[in-house]
């Protein structure tokens, strides 16, 4: 099983967080948190490495449901969309399949909520 679903979209990697971020909307996301990784591996140990942010997607409601029913279940939010530069003027975008990282908890109701926020993952993916 794959634990994320990608697509490369022909843009650099600015407008294609800007359209990651309008189709997560689109689905009910919103993004919490951003991390510019390669700003950070430079700062922390100089390190060049390629434009390369990841986005914490949170889904309120449905992070709420899944919490409801699995409180340790926070070590796993937000779900992460990864953007990177593959090529100037090219981005890669891949999101974190929330049915592959949760099978070590043993919760059926759970499970179907992993697997709503996968298809809203596989949407706004398949949207770029």
Known sequence: ????????????????????????????FGVLTRIDVANTLKEKIGADFRPYVILGACNPRLAFEALKREDKVGTMLPCNVVVQEVEPGRSEVAAIDPVASMQAID???????????????RRVIGRL
């Open 1 to 28: 099983m794959d634990y994320y679903t990608a697509t490369t979209v022909d843009k650099p990697i600015a407008a294609a967080i800007e359209q990651v971020e309008a189709a997560l909307k689109e689905e009910g």
């Open 107 to 121: 919760n059926a109701e759970l499970k179907a909520l992993a697997e709503d926020v996968r298809e809203r993952l």
